[in-house]
């Protein structure tokens, strides 16, 4: 574990709840969970900390993780635009503007990078073959709807994502979204290869405050880890943050303390090291 130079102090208040992202974090890159993740994960409950779980992926892609690591708190998806039971029922949900959300794909189609939309618990998509399709049927574990036209969700949109391989394209594409959308949507990369437009008031920060006071559980007793630019706004709100070991530098700069990538246990080892020893009954 390293702790960066511009890290803020250790907090004082015991660790009461970990929140944790998925992708790139929880699981490793093949999206499996190893035994000694959910060994963690037990041994947190022993020691009184809560967890949860936080993602830019739909509560469907979400559900069965859930359900292996017990957890029984809310989870957060689409970056924190929906949460949910661990039953999937819908607690609070914001969607962008369907202005926003044609402004955003008509924007994507001029750049002629794939546009997907998740919206009524389905992922919609034009071309079955495209990019990265295959990679997300087996993240989130279920089957794209293919349609000619977005029209018929666009005002119950829950994220679009712009999907391409070329990182350099997706980064002009993402400064043009900002400077397009402005104020009226959240507009954020999940992967180098993904990037998510949401409604202007969900990212992980706001996630997390809303899952610690479904808690009960202070701020400054939650911990949070992750991997991604997305990850940051739950750093800023939290009481302790770890970022992964094969996380952007820019990242690794907004955490307290840095752990293993995922590809070497990194989940397990920050709740091993960095979350045990500071919970309310260290075990």
């Not at 499996?32 to 469907?60: M, N, Y």
């Not at 924190?80 to 955003?104: D, E, K, N």
Request: hydrophobic fraction near 50%.
């Amino acid at each position: 574990m390293t702790i960066p130079a511009n890290a803020r102090e250790t907090p004082k208040p015991p660790i009461a709840m970990l929140v944790s992202d998925i992708d790139g974090t929880l699981v490793t890159p093949d999206k499996s969970l190893t035994p000694r993740a959910i060994e963690a994960v037990a041994r947190l409950a022993k020691a009184g900390v809560a967890f949860t779980l936080v993602s830019s992926r739909p509560p469907r892609g979400m559900a069965a993780l859930a359900r292996t690591l017990n957890v029984s708190l809310p989870l957060a998806a689409f970056n924190g635009a929906t949460l949910v039971s661990p039953q999937l029922r819908v607690i609070r949900a914001l969607h962008p503007s369907a202005r926003a959300a044609r402004a955003m794909l008509t924007l994507l189609a001029a750049e002629q990078v794939q546009a997907w939309i998740f919206a009524d618990n389905a992922w919609f998509l034009r071309d079955p073959d495209g990019a990265r399709v295959a990679h997300e049927r087996h993240t989130v574990g279920f089957e794209p709807t293919v349609v000619d036209s977005f029209e018929p969700v666009i005002d119950r949109v829950d994220k679009i994502v712009g999907v391409c391989d070329d990182a350099a394209l997706l980064d002009a594409v993402e400064a043009k979204a900002r400077d397009l959308l402005g104020a009226s949507a959240a507009v954020i990369r999940s992967q180098s290869y993904y990037l998510d437009v949401t409604h202007p008031l969900a990212d992980k920060g706001a996630a997390v405050r809303d899952l610690s006071r479904e808690a009960g559980v202070d701020l400054a007793r939650t911990a949070v880890i992750g991997d991604m630019t997305n990850d940051i706004a739950m750093f800023k709100v939290a009481g302790f943050a770890v970022a992964m070991g094969q996380a952007p530098d820019a990242v690794k700069a907004e955490a307290d303390a840095v752990t293993a990538p995922n590809t070497d246990d990194g989940f397990a080892k920050a709740v091993e090291d960095l979350i045990l020893p500071r919970a309310q009954r260290p075990v």
